[in-house]
């Protein structure tokens, strides 16, 4: 059993606000987590805004452990805090840019040696840094919210959702494990790629799990490409960026059939019934960062991760503004906030 943030006090001339409960998608997308960022610095702003579920991938993965170990310290500012100090950190610690004929030898390096001949020790920086800023063993004694964390297995595509009361450091690490640049991380015998090849983030999980009206999508992963990749690593960029997306394309496709089954009499379903009751709302960081498309989800440049977290904070601005004003709707479930 979990229990949702603590709203923090009111201040004594202001009179008190039912608090409104969501729960959030964070899509997966390396440096592009940094949007993400933004948008949970801001809604940590909102002493009425209760969170009750989360579910990640990748880079959303990370945040929301972040935020959680945050949330157990101190409360709001805490978590903003450790959200700062963490990508500040993962910025200060990551290799510098090198030129575009660099970048084409190592892609196409990787392509022929793998991370266990490339990194035979397995060496990541991302899992100290996820030692210094996380207290697993709180994080699983005392979850803020309710937590999925999704994965995917090497022997058979599956997804596998991991949950907060079980969570450890090597879960977050195999959430994000790109195949071609680390190894495969082994959990109770299993070993798991980034969950971004199987859910890009898990959503029908989260509506079963989410007892919110309400759920934030933050998708973080370009949809639109401009015109043909003729570069290598122009396209290698575009592939992954086809694929993760259309992880995501795909749940929200079959949420949709849910949902149009659901008014039309097919489900009577506890399910059912939610998904009518419920309003799926969108931030893209596309919308508010212009030609993302043509940026590296390797870039880590504290420049970089400060425009995408200042695009995240507009982005939740405006959905705070506007997207929960908006009702669910059975012709439309996923409503978008630009």
């Avoid at 729960?23 to 940094?34: I, N, P, R, T, V």
């Avoid at 009750?52 to 101190?74: H, R, W």
Wanted: with cysteine; aromatic share 6%.
């Amino acid at each position: 059993m979990t229990a949702p943030i603590d709203p923090a006090p009111h201040h004594a001339h202001s009179a008190p606000r039912a608090p409104r409960t969501l729960s959030l998608a964070l899509q997966g997308g390396g440096s592009f987590g940094a949007f993400t960022w933004g948008v949970l610095d801001r809604l940590l702003e909102e002493d009425d805004l209760v969170i009750d579920a989360v579910s990640s991938t990748n880079a959303g993965s990370v945040n929301a452990v972040v935020m959680a170990a945050g949330l157990i310290a101190g409360g709001r500012p805490e978590a903003r805090r450790h959200l700062d100090r963490f990508w500040k950190r993962i910025s200060e610690t990551a290799p510098p840019q090198l030129g575009p004929a660099v970048t084409v030898f190592t892609d196409i390096t990787s392509r022929w040696l793998s991370p266990y001949q490339s990194n035979p020790f397995n060496h990541d920086a991302l899992d100290r840094l996820l030692a210094d800023a996380v207290d697993f063993d709180a994080l699983r004694a005392a979850p803020p919210f309710k937590l999925l964390v999704a994965a995917t297995a090497v022997s058979d595509g599956a997804t596998r959702i991991f949950r907060e009361t079980e969570l450890v450091r090597e879960i977050v690490l195999a959430s994000g494990c790109i195949p071609l640049k680390s190894q495969a991380i082994e959990i109770e015998g299993r070993r798991y790629w980034d969950g971004g090849y199987s859910a890009n983030p898990p959503l029908i999980p989260l509506v079963e799990a989410s007892d919110a009206p309400a759920i934030l999508l933050v998708q973080i992963v370009p949809s639109l490409g401009q015109g043909a990749p003729c570069s290598a690593p122009d396209i290698i960029r575009r592939l992954e960026q086809i694929t993760f997306d259309g992880v995501l394309q795909r749940e929200l496709s079959a949420l949709r059939t849910m949902v149009d089954l659901s008014w039309s009499g097919g489900g009577r379903s506890a399910l059912a019934a939610k998904l009518r009751a419920l309003a799926l709302h969108r931030v893209s960081a596309e919308d508010h960062h212009p030609a993302l498309q043509d940026e590296s989800t390797a870039d880590l440049g504290w420049r970089f991760l400060l425009r995408l977290r200042e695009a995240g904070r507009g982005a939740a601005e405006a959905w705070l503004a506007e997207g929960t004003r908006l009702p669910a709707g059975r012709a439309a479930p996923l409503r978008s906030v630009g």
